[in-house]
């Protein structure tokens, strides 16, 4: 719906044409890695909930390091996508995330004093470390991308941070600690075990650092004690997936962890099981306040819903997750649960075309969202007619309607019954046969076919628009660059969930667009036909989504700022 030059498309000869056209374009191989996750949590007060322990304000705070690109060490492989996805998902849950990258000591350092100054003005502190780390003397000890070769275990631990500095400078009553720390690396084995190195051993140590108050410990690890963790074949390591995937599920931690450790089991085919200490005198969620009542999660085999519960709705986190994952089947599932959310949130009856007018009136069309059914290969909607006259909107008659069964491959439409009070018609086969079409993209079924039958539209979180943090892209645009969809067939596209605010309302006073802003990484190519349009309430009342063809970017556009965004800083 936004074409190159911020005009309105006039090729659009029987799409609806009620808003006007925003201005986006206006001037591997599995390999082994000793790498254990330590999850410690303490806390002088932990009563969530109860009116004798009164948590401080603040809300909650992460911050993400990912070493990768070390001086002398070489470089890893997995820290860098890593910790973008579970930055992505922290966010997603609710925690304020701040992501660094490839620290050496004196920036390592500088950003443990400012997160003791942060974090005394939050409830949760998180910090996730991804990178090499090496156990000494039953201390675990993170290093920064430029230390030497080291000669023996001091120049260890005299040039790196040791996880219990992290603990000991995060001051809110909640610390959570977790450790990605990979130590399968030639020149730290060789200079390390031997000589006077005989407190080295592999991999990291169990941390068990002491209670506080009332509190408790939460310590776990991505395998276990001194044992080797999998990078898998993948974009990001087994366990980072994992964690990612549940992080932002409102369920207790214990019960998260149970449900990571099955999942890296699975994929790992049992080699890999996470391990953990726990010692908690109350339930604690990582997102916050807990349901009340507990979440059954299934057993996560391949194939299975093992990441979707079954009284949690989806969150924004889901996205990370969704492309993440590379089982089709759990795919097809998860894509299912976040349209059956936006399902749940659109209106009843929701206009997706108007024909040309004629003495000054435009019929309309309308899909019954409430009776849809779609499963992304299949659907069957009924479909209404209404008018617009003078820019007034008629709402139709719900008991007159049309059926149609839609198959999302071929883009056939087939009429099944049709309804008017006091009567309906069962459509004989050769009555369908005659009846059916196929649905052009630039057509008006064609916004009905993209809401029930394409990716990302039937994907949208308009369930979550209080949840989103906007990035300003100019020209009214702005992108949830958090909650971004990839097409596993179609590696060179990428989706941004956007918001557009019209210069001024259209003729029937919409005047906000909400939907998909895509581009193509390789030829340099845009797509903004996956829209959802609402008035300035906010309140939904159309889908458009005729698409047109890809074309070219325009510089110094808001296209050419998502360009940007999601191809050369990603």
Not at 22 to 41: D, E, L, M
Not at 395 to 401: E, G
Request: hydrophobic share 40%.
């Amino acid at each position: 719906m936004i074409p190159n030059n911020g005009e309105r498309d006039q090729r659009d000869d029987s799409a609806l044409e009620s808003s006007p056209r925003s201005c986006w374009q206006c001037a591997r191989k599995r390999s082994i890695r000793a790498c254990h996750v330590i999850v410690a949590i303490a806390w002088a007060t932990l009563q969530l909930g109860s009116p004798a322990h009164a948590a401080a304000t603040g809300g909650r705070l992460a911050v993400v390091i990912s070493n990768a690109t070390y001086t002398n060490l070489g470089d890893l492989k997995n820290p860098p996508a890593d910790g973008q996805l579970v930055s992505a998902s922290l966010r997603s849950a609710g925690f304020d995330v701040t992501y660094l990258q490839n620290l050496d000591d004196q920036h390592m350092r500088a950003s443990l004093r400012q997160l003791a100054r942060d974090s005394a003005k939050r409830d949760v502190t998180l910090v996730y470390y991804a990178g090499h780390g090496v156990q000494i003397g039953g201390i675990n000890y993170l290093l920064p991308v430029d230390i030497s070769p080291p000669d023996q275990e001091d120049d260890v631990r005299l040039a790196s941070i040791s996880a219990d500095d992290v603990i000991s400078v995060m001051k809110s009553p909640y610390k959570i600690l977790i450790l990605d720390a990979c130590r399968d690396n030639p020149v730290l084995s060789r200079a390390l075990t031997h000589g006077r190195s005989a407190a080295f051993h592999r991999g990291l140590a169990p941390v068990s650092p002491a209670t506080e108050g009332a509190g408790g410990i939460f310590i776990a690890y991505s395998t276990q004690t001194d044992a080797v963790a999998m990078d898998g074949e993948g974009a990001y390591s087994p366990f980072a997936e994992s964690f990612a995937k549940y992080v932002g599920v409102k369920i207790s931690i214990d019960d998260m962890f149970a449900s990571v450790t099955r999942d890296v089991l699975n994929k790992t085919n049992g080699f890999q099981r996470p391990f953990k200490y726990a010692s908690l005198d109350t339930v604690f969620c990582l997102t916050g306040a807990c349901p009340s009542a507990p979440v059954l999660m299934a057993t996560p085999v391949a194939g299975s819903r093992a990441a979707i519960t079954a009284a949690a709705a989806p969150g924004l986190e889901a996205f990370a997750q969704l492309n993440a994952t590379t089982d089709e089947r759990l795919r097809t599932q998860m894509e299912q649960r976040l349209w059956e959310q936006l399902q749940a949130t659109l209106p009843k009856l929701l206009l997706y075309g108007a024909g040309f007018p004629k003495d000054g009136v435009s019929p309309t069309l309308w899909a019954h969202i409430d009776t849809a059914q779609s499963d992304g290969r299949r659907a069957k909607v009924s479909v209404t007619s209404g008018e617009m006259k003078n820019g007034a909107l008629s709402p139709p008659s719900p008991d007159s309607y049309t059926e149609f069964s839609v198959d999302c491959a071929t883009r056939e439409a087939v009429p099944i019954e049709s309804h008017v009070p006091g009567s309906v018609q069962f459509y004989s086969q050769e009555q369908r046969k005659q009846g059916t079409f196929v649905v052009a993209p630039e057509s008006i079924a064609g916004s009905a076919f993209a809401l029930f039958c394409t990716r990302p539209l039937r994907l949208t979180p308009l369930w979550a628009l209080e949840s989103v943090h906007w990035t300003d892209l100019g020209a009214g645009v702005k992108a949830a660059l958090d909650v971004q969809y990839r097409p596993p067939d179609r590696p060179d596209e990428r989706y941004v969930f956007w918001h557009v605010t019209l210069s001024k309302p259209d003729q029937v006073g919409n005047s906000i667009q909400i939907g998909w802003a895509g581009v193509n990484c390789r030829t340099r190519e845009f797509n903004g036909d996956n829209v959802f349009v609402a008035n300035k309430n906010g309140e939904i009342t159309a889908v458009l989504a005729n698409q047109h063809p890809w074309q070219a970017i325009i510089d110094n556009s808001a296209a050419a700022n998502t360009f940007v965004l999601l191809c050369e800083h990603q």
